[in-house]
């Protein structure tokens, strides 16, 4: 069966300090990455998909990247942290297609001070 | 761009009673709708779905029915159980980019015995 882990599950980080949240899903070969942001009032923001090895769309101009360096690996980072990077961060998979479901890991909440 | 509107919560509710949730969507074309929710302390978990217009997605006595006239998915369940209290979030997958998965904002749902 497909298992999906995300780690730290809990991160407080200074602000200007680098980030490093990693995602790898277990049991699926080449599936669609994507990690979300969600913070209060704002809902689900999706910040980056992968839909392959090296390939990364960013969705919202900020202060974060993505990287994809194996097939079921899920990089997301940041050189800086801001205070308002803080909220909590979901990765996904899902198989590429239409009308596929998604897969969410436990999540990651990030506090930045 | 494409995007999901959802009605603002939290939506409060005694046990038995009809729920209804509100989303509506803006998009190119004609998406893939969904439903998720997020229990307390969990991660989110696709509840329904909807790939074409006049398309019912149904699932653990939710409803919610794909019209395009309206551009609406609303959520509805005849009678709410304390179980149910969770948030929910409505998503859409573009017809052109079926690796996107848009969510709304989410509705937090709060059911009383």
């Known amino acids: 069966s497909q298992t999906i882990h995300q780690w730290p599950a809990t991160l407080v980080q200074p602000v200007g300090s680098p980030l490093s949240l990693e995602c790898t899903v277990e049991g699926t070969s080449n599936p669609n990455l994507y990690w979300y942001r969600q913070a209060a009032g704002r809902g689900l923001q999706l910040l980056f998909y992968s839909v392959g090895i090296g390939q990364i769309s960013s969705e919202v101009p900020q202060n974060l990247s993505a990287s994809r360096p194996q097939d079921r690996q899920f990089i997301l980072s940041s050189k800086k942290l801001l205070l308002s990077d803080s909220g909590f961060y979901l990765c996904?998979?899902?198989?590429?297609?239409?009308?596929?479901?998604?897969?969410f890991g436990q999540g990651t909440r990030l506090t930045v001070v | 761009g494409d995007s999901v509107t959802q009605m603002e919560g939290p939506v409060t509710l005694s046990e038995e009673a009809f729920l209804t949730i509100n989303c509506t969507y803006t998009?190119?074309?004609?998406?893939?709708l969904f439903w998720y929710v997020q229990y307390p302390g969990e991660g989110l978990q696709l509840l329904l779905k909807?790939?074409?217009?006049?398309d019912k997605g149904s699932n653990k006595g939710f409803e919610a029915t794909y019209r395009k006239e309206t551009t609406s998915f609303h959520l509805e369940k005849g009678s709410v159980q304390v179980s149910d209290s969770a948030v929910y979030f409505c998503?859409?997958?573009?017809?052109?980019?079926?690796?996107?998965?848009?969510f709304g904002t989410g509705t937090r749902l709060q059911v009383f015995p």
């Open positions: 996904a998979w899902s198989v590429w297609g239409r009308d596929t479901e998604a897969f």
């Open positions: 998503a859409l997958s573009p017809p052109y980019n079926t690796d996107k998965l848009i």
């Open positions: 998009a190119t074309g004609y998406p893939s």
């Open positions: 909807a790939t074409k217009a006049d």
